[in-house]
């Protein structure tokens, strides 16, 4: 494990124990997704070689959370970064920065905040029928879209960025009616309580990878997390089974690289590896 993993995750591991004492002192119900799950139930931990940190709350509750933790961060080194709070952010879930740190990351070059973060995703219902599954993926898709190329996300940075002028108060009103939009698609099935399956519209897995039933993700039990104690749902094994197979058996050395980060500046000092 590279010096500037090893950087991170100490950070990390840091706003995870601030984003779960939010959640208790709020009552909420999280899970840990995806990388992190596995994590927790493989390494106890994280992933040696994974760089980042990933947690769900059900729609309700991840909106108590939205409206609920800034005051309460207010007097922390914390910083809730939405789609609301920072106007030049353009993902459609929320992440906890540590704001004493400043992150660059692999392939995302944009004037959002930067720091060193854990995603905090809403699981938001879905319809039963797959033709309107794809129907509000598609526009789900094509909102974010539309957000990405507004606030200009570059894939790599290039010299005469630097010289546009920041968005005007028009152009940010425009981009935050796409994000209220996106939103509202998301969010279409909320009242339909009939409904009982839930997705993170936002995830990088395939589209069932991260369908999970509302079951699943309210019943939950407690696993060790490094020096943490974290909620995963008591069937993890089901849901680590989907969307990894074997999830007990290690990847190929060659898959084992970190995905997002490659430059930190923290403590005054810049990591790089």
């Known amino acids: 494990m590279s010096a500037l993993i090893d950087r991170i995750h100490r950070v990390e591991l840091g706003n995870l124990?601030?984003?779960t004492?939010?959640?208790a002192q709020l009552e909420l119900p999280y899970l840990l997704l995806g990388g992190s799950l596995l994590g927790a139930i493989r390494h106890q931990g994280f992933i040696p070689w994974d760089d980042d940190v990933d947690v769900g709350l059900l729609r309700a509750d991840y909106d108590r959370l939205l409206a609920a933790a800034?005051?309460?961060?207010?007097?922390?080194?914390?910083f809730l970064q939405t789609p609301n709070s920072d106007p030049n952010y353009a993902?459609?879930?929320a992440k906890l920065l540590d704001r004493n740190t400043y992150i660059e990351e692999k392939n995302n070059v944009n004037n959002a905040r930067k720091g060193v973060f854990i995603d905090i995703f809403p699981l938001d219902r879905i319809p039963d029928e797959p033709a309107q599954q794809r129907?509000?993926?598609a526009k789900f898709?094509?909102?974010n879209t539309r957000i990405l190329l507004q606030l200009r996300y570059h894939l790599v940075s290039n010299p005469?960025?630097?010289l546009q002028s920041p968005l005007d108060a028009d152009q940010l009103a425009d981009v935050q009616a796409l994000k209220d939009a996106r939103e509202m698609v998301m969010t279409q099935y909320q009242a339909r309580t009939d409904l009982t399956q839930v997705k993170n519209l936002a995830s990088q897995y395939a589209y069932d990878k991260e369908v999970f039933s509302v079951a699943q993700v309210s019943d939950l039990t407690?696993?060790?997390f490094e020096t943490l104690t974290v909620q995963v749902p008591s069937d993890y094994a089901t849901i680590l089974t989907a969307m990894y197979g074997d999830y007990q058996a290690l990847p190929p050395k060659n898959q084992r690289t970190e995905k997002h980060l490659e430059r930190l500046i923290m403590d005054n000092q810049v990591f790089t590896e």
């Not at 800034?70 to 914390?78: C, K």
């Open 141 to 143: 898709q094509w909102y």
């Open 160 to 162: 005469l960025m630097k």
């Open 17 to 19: 124990a601030k984003f």
């Open 222 to 224: 407690t696993v060790p």
């Open 70 to 78: 800034p005051p309460l961060l207010a007097d922390s080194h914390y």
């Open 135 to 137: 129907e509000q993926l």
């Open 91 to 93: 993902l459609s879930y």
């Open 21 to 23: 004492q939010l959640c």
